[in-house]
């Protein structure tokens, strides 16, 4: 089928910004230009006149790892401009394994998988053939794999155990993978060291994939977990990227050009918001008890002896843990409790959940982890949140990715899900004009298409692939805030994955012309 998509303005991070006509024929472009209508007659028009055709935006973050099948995530990310989603985040996610450590661990994260069985990443990736409106790719999850291989230990692997672990990444490679994930501040990843990791990623390096980190800290702590990520890449040549990179833009840029003067060129993501989002017991309790399990920790959680060892530490750590500090339960707000008996305090903080319940901030957020069996989550407002001009200053710095972190699961979620990118063409392009057009494609797109190895993504070009966003630059605006997390984002009303119309009038069509993506050939 041919569609030709007249009276538009092309907007391309390498070639900037130019009226054309875009013609699709099947899921490609096949001519950029003036009246092309008179020379091939199309079976569908569409007018774009005062429209901008940005190629489709590659969130390099998504927790979406079952919930791309679901409609109304495809509907807030279509909406928003997002074509095409990275999965597979912070070193844990369904393959390889049977998936059951995700669904434990990340379950109200990444939710829960209506059809991965243990068939492995050549069978996940399957999964999403057909079944969505958006391209799926997806990065190995190391910790994950070192679960997989090694369990609930915290030690080094032996020399067996690392061999298994990297003919695992060496078979999600060849399965379709673009890389690998860690999380370091996560279970098993925060057990795991430089050496280990290296060695996994010398096959990832050698078919050209990329190493996303989650770091070890973040914000004024960023500055070893980046050094970490450098030696990782200097000893095994892979392509280095960073995780929802927060911190001071002084301080990023200071670590950017640091790793650049080592001979590691990394690129980053982020997105445009000031408060984050994790897991509840990633701020209440101490990995070594995350690291038993969800229904060891809970166990334990219910005991009193261990409830009062672990305030008693916790009262130790709130003072050294950058983004606790004084007035921490003001700042930690419930985005889901997890269980129908705590529907009511999501969205309180859990100073304002303590007083609901009759409860110190502390046992209230225990209670809360208890109840749902570690499955509650956070948004989490950081003590020195940064402003539009510094996040502006953030994403005009080299090597810059939108990465939503987009979660949709739980009853106050946080907004970044339903309106990121959305956000950073609205807040930055429209309003305050930070970018221009192609600036922000680059950001949106066209970087994260070059690193991820989807290089026939990310541009508007003859022989590209036609994921393509229809978007009105005068009404381009989020609509999602804290209070009202799920608002669609308005300003654009139709787009194309490969090559097929899959939302119209602002609406989801019946084509699910999504699916899996894999590397292009390097």
């Known amino acids: 089928m041919t569609i030709l998509i007249s009276g538009g303005t092309v907007v391309d991070p390498f070639d900037g910004q130019f009226i054309a006509d875009v013609l699709v024929d099947g899921d490609r472009v096949v001519a950029i230009g003036r009246d092309l209508a008179s020379a091939r007659r199309p079976d569908q028009t569409l007018d774009a006149s005062g429209l901008l055709i940005m190629p489709g935006g590659i969130d390099a973050h998504s927790h979406t790892d079952a919930r791309i099948l679901d409609e109304d995530v495809q509907l807030a990310l279509l909406r928003s401009g997002v074509t095409t989603v990275i999965t597979g985040q912070d070193g844990v996610s369904f393959a390889p394994g049977d998936g059951r450590y995700a669904a434990d661990y990340f379950g109200s994260l990444n939710g829960a998988h209506p059809s991965y069985r243990g068939d492995g990443v050549a069978g996940l990736l399957r999964g999403y053939d057909g079944r969505t409106r958006l391209n799926v790719g997806y990065l190995l999850p190391a910790g994950t794999i070192r679960y997989e291989v090694m369990g609930r230990e915290s030690r080094r692997p032996s020399a067996d155990e690392l061999a298994t672990m990297i003919a695992m990444v060496e078979a999600g490679l060849t399965d379709g993978a673009l890389g690998l994930s860690s999380g370091l501040d996560y279970v098993p990843g925060t057990f795991a060291d430089v050496d280990e990791f290296a060695a996994l990623c010398a096959p990832v390096a050698a078919t050209g994939g990329v190493f996303v980190s989650h770091i070890r800290g973040y914000e004024e702590n960023a500055g070893p977990g980046v050094a970490e990520l450098v030696e990782i890449c200097r000893r095994s040549g892979v392509a280095g990227h960073v995780s929802h990179f927060h911190a001071r833009p002084e301080l990023i840029k200071e670590l950017l050009d640091r790793a650049s003067g080592s001979g590691v060129e990394l690129t980053w993501d982020a997105y445009p918001y000031f408060r984050g989002f994790t897991l509840l017991s990633m701020v209440l309790l101490p990995p070594e008890l995350i690291m038993l399990g969800n229904a060891e920790a809970t166990?334990?959680?219910?005991?009193?002896?261990?409830?009062?060892?672990?305030?008693?530490?916790?009262?130790?750590?709130?003072?050294?843990?950058?983004?606790?500090?004084?007035?921490?339960?003001?700042?930690?707000?419930?985005?889901?409790?997890?269980?129908?008996?705590?529907?009511?305090?999501?969205?309180?903080?859990?100073?304002?959940?303590?007083?609901?319940?009759?409860?110190?901030?502390?046992?209230?957020?225990?209670?809360?982890?208890?109840?749902?069996?570690?499955?509650?989550?956070?948004?989490?407002?950081?003590?020195?949140?940064?402003?539009?001009?510094?996040?502006?200053?953030?994403?005009?710095?080299?090597?810059?990715?939108?990465?939503?972190?987009?979660?949709?699961?739980?009853?106050?979620?946080?907004?970044?899900?339903?309106?990121?990118?959305?956000?950073?063409?609205?807040?930055?392009?429209?309003?305050?004009?930070?970018?221009?057009?192609?600036?922000?494609?680059?950001?949106?797109?066209?970087?994260?298409?070059?690193?991820?190895?989807?290089?026939?993504?990310?541009?508007?070009?003859?022989?590209?692939?036609?994921?393509?966003?229809?978007?009105?630059?005068?009404?381009?605006?989020?609509?999602?805030?804290?209070?009202?997390?799920?608002?669609?984002?308005?300003?654009?009303?139709?787009?194309?994955?490969?090559?097929?119309?899959?939302?119209?009038?602002?609406?989801?069509?019946?084509?699910?012309?999504?699916?899996?993506?894999?590397?292009?050939?390097?």
């Open 299 to 522: 166990a334990r959680l219910r005991d009193p002896a261990e409830r009062e060892r672990l305030t008693q530490g916790f009262e130790q750590r709130v003072h050294t843990t950058e983004n606790l500090g004084d007035g921490w339960a003001d700042r930690v707000r419930i985005a889901d409790a997890g269980t129908p008996g705590g529907v009511d305090l999501d969205g309180l903080t859990l100073a304002e959940a303590g007083d609901r319940r009759g409860l110190d901030p502390l046992q209230l957020g225990y209670q809360v982890l208890a109840d749902s069996e570690l499955m509650a989550t956070t948004v989490m407002e950081i003590p020195k949140p940064r402003t539009d001009d510094q996040l502006a200053r953030q994403f005009a710095l080299p090597a810059a990715c939108s990465g939503s972190d987009g979660i949709f699961l739980g009853g106050s979620p946080h907004p970044r899900g339903f309106g990121c990118l959305a956000r950073m063409y609205g807040v930055f392009g429209r309003q305050r004009r930070d970018f221009d057009w192609p600036q922000l494609s680059m950001i949106g797109a066209g970087r994260a298409a070059s690193r991820f190895g989807l290089g026939d993504r990310g541009r508007v070009r003859v022989g590209g692939s036609a994921d393509l966003v229809l978007m009105d630059p005068e009404r381009i605006t989020d609509r999602a805030d804290y209070a009202h997390p799920r608002r669609l984002s308005e300003g654009i009303d139709r787009v194309l994955v490969r090559g097929r119309l899959v939302l119209d009038g602002g609406e989801l069509t019946d084509d699910l012309a999504g699916g899996s993506v894999r590397p292009s050939p390097r």
